[in-house]
């Protein structure tokens, strides 16, 4: 077990111990970044940067991975074994106050808020833990190499510190300006000014009202336009894709257009009764279509079309988080078939959606189901207004 020496005064010396790295490929620490919040909504690309700045290796039982007082540069996540995290009380004696297992992250409360550890953890028994950051770096380092990365660990960050102080939240009220900008940049997609996954995931329920459309979608061609005129072609397309889910939303009664990952998005309307839902996503289908890339492309002949699924909720399915995920392996489906082309969710007689109730072209709502344009979605209410 190799040492390093780190001198912090004239006569301060202390002794690190370099713990035994283990050869893991990145996409196994891809998997176990993904245990943690921080990283639960990041691009495949940033997962793989992050996988490459962080450092896996085994610690033997007893070994300590911070102390009290130490400034929280990093955090850890248990691949295999356990640690034990304690305090000493006020007689001098440590008591165990938890014991984290594989899969559990430590510590990254405390590294969110760039606070100080308040206890001490230590490994229960012989382990393997992944730090982030690794050895050798810190987060300012991170910051200063890929900005646009950090900023969506931060935004995750804020999420994550959001989500655990609920039940303070709950004391203020949700209609003071600031609560409402705070969650709005909170749960906005910077790029775009979509509503973000998070968003979906932990506050959309709260303001859906049945009937609902759930309606995912994902440009086919996409890969090809990015490799043949790079990414710069790519952003330019979601833009523009951005722009036509804003739109569709403005003119639904009370709706959110939502950037689920990468080129993959949704709009969520209330008040839409099926055929309704189905006439929403049979004008998604068609815009993509009119999207115009010539001046980005120089190529008359590329276009891109929708590989589209839609659902309706509670019809379909009770959970709402349960049934966008149906919807999106039904998203998936479409877009491996060869892509434009809208897909139905249909729920069985039990009520759970089912995959295999699949619709064609042919059975969508044609555009007399159009839902009534002058219900705005309304500021007010905290939940279906714009995201920008």
Same mark, same amino acid.
């Given at each position: @077990?190799?040492?390093?020496?780190?001198?912090s005064?004239?006569?301060?010396?202390?002794?690190?111990?370099? @713990?035994?790295?283990?050869q893991?490929?990145?996409?196994?620490i891809v998997?176990?970044?993904?245990?943690?919040d921080?990283?639960?909504?990041?691009?495949?690309?940033?997962?793989?940067?992050?996988?490459?700045?962080?450092?896996?290796?085994?610690?033997?039982?007893?070994?300590?991975?911070f102390?009290?007082?130490?400034?929280?540069?990093?955090?850890?996540i248990?691949?295999?074994?356990?640690?034990?995290?304690?305090?000493?009380d006020?007689?001098?004696?440590?008591?165990?106050?938890?014991?984290?297992?594989?899969?559990?992250?430590?510590?990254?409360?405390?590294?969110?808020?760039?606070?100080?550890?308040?206890?001490?953890?230590?490994?229960?028994?012989d382990?393997?833990?992944?730090?982030?950051?690794?050895?050798?770096?810190?987060?300012?380092?991170?910051?200063?190499?890929?900005?646009?990365?950090?900023?969506?660990?931060?935004?995750?960050?804020?999420?994550?510190?959001?989500?655990?102080?609920?039940?303070?939240?709950?004391?203020?009220?949700?209609?003071?300006?600031?609560?409402?900008?705070?969650?709005?940049? @909170?749960?906005?997609?910077?790029?775009?000014?979509?509503?973000?996954?998070?968003?979906?995931?932990?506050e959309?329920?709260?303001?859906?009202e049945p009937?609902?459309?759930?309606v995912?979608?994902?440009?086919?061609?996409?890969?090809?336009?990015?490799?043949?005129?790079?990414?710069?072609?790519?952003?330019?397309? @979601?833009?523009?894709?951005?722009?036509?889910?804003?739109?569709?939303?403005?003119?639904?009664?009370?709706a959110?257009?939502?950037?689920?990952?990468?080129?993959?998005?949704?709009?969520?309307?209330?008040?839409?009764?099926? #055929?309704?839902?189905?006439?929403?996503?049979?004008?998604?289908?068609?815009?993509?279509?009119?999207i115009?890339?010539?001046?980005?492309?120089g190529?008359?002949?590329?276009?891109?079309?929708?590989?589209?699924?839609?659902?309706?909720?509670?019809?379909?399915?009770?959970?709402?988080?349960?049934?966008?995920?149906?919807?999106?392996?039904?998203?998936?489906?479409?877009?491996?078939?060869?892509?434009? #082309?809208?897909?139905?969710?249909?729920?069985?007689?039990?009520?759970?959606?089912?995959?295999?109730?699949v619709?064609?072209?042919?059975?969508?709502?044609?555009?007399?189901?159009?839902?009534?344009?002058?219900?705005?979605?309304?500021?007010?209410?905290?939940?279906?207004?714009?995201?920008?």
């Amino acid at each position: @077990m190799a040492g390093e020496l780190f001198h912090s005064g004239p006569l301060a010396v202390i002794l690190i111990l370099r @713990m035994p790295e283990i050869q893991a490929g990145l996409a196994d620490i891809v998997s176990l970044l993904k245990k943690s919040d921080f990283f639960s909504r990041l691009l495949q690309d940033d997962m793989y940067w992050l996988a490459a700045k962080s450092e896996l290796a085994s610690y033997p039982a007893g070994t300590a991975l911070f102390h009290a007082g130490e400034t929280a540069q990093r955090f850890f996540i248990v691949r295999k074994g356990s640690v034990a995290v304690s305090r000493v009380d006020g007689s001098g004696r440590s008591e165990e106050m938890a014991r984290f297992v594989a899969g559990d992250s430590v510590g990254d409360f405390d590294f969110s808020r760039g606070a100080t550890y308040d206890a001490e953890a230590s490994c229960a028994e012989d382990s393997e833990i992944l730090a982030f950051p690794g050895r050798g770096s810190t987060m300012d380092d991170l910051v200063l190499e890929r900005p646009d990365v950090s900023a969506r660990i931060l935004l995750r960050t804020v999420a994550m510190i959001s989500s655990r102080v609920r039940s303070t939240q709950a004391l203020i009220s949700d209609n003071a300006p600031w609560v409402r900008e705070l969650r709005r940049q @909170m749960y906005t997609d910077a790029s775009t000014g979509l509503w973000s996954r998070s968003f979906l995931d932990d506050e959309l329920h709260r303001s859906l009202e049945p009937p609902a459309a759930v309606v995912l979608c994902k440009p086919d061609r996409f890969k090809e336009l990015c490799d043949t005129w790079t990414h710069a072609a790519g952003d330019a397309a @979601m833009e523009r894709i951005a722009a036509i889910l804003k739109d569709e939303a403005r003119g639904l009664r009370k709706a959110w257009a939502i950037r689920l990952r990468s080129n993959e998005t949704a709009i969520v309307a209330s008040g839409c009764d099926p #055929r309704e839902a189905d006439a929403v996503a049979a004008r998604i289908a068609a815009a993509y279509k009119g999207i115009d890339l010539r001046a980005i492309t120089g190529d008359p002949g590329f276009a891109i079309s929708a590989s589209v699924a839609v659902a309706s909720w509670p019809e379909d399915g009770q959970d709402l988080k349960s049934l966008v995920e149906q919807a999106y392996g039904l998203l998936m489906r479409a877009w491996k078939e060869g892509g434009d #082309r809208v897909y139905r969710l249909v729920a069985d007689n039990s009520g759970v959606a089912d995959n295999s109730g699949v619709a064609d072209n042919s059975g969508v709502a044609d555009n007399s189901g159009v839902a009534d344009d002058s219900g705005v979605a309304d500021d007010s209410d905290g939940g279906g207004e714009e995201a920008r």
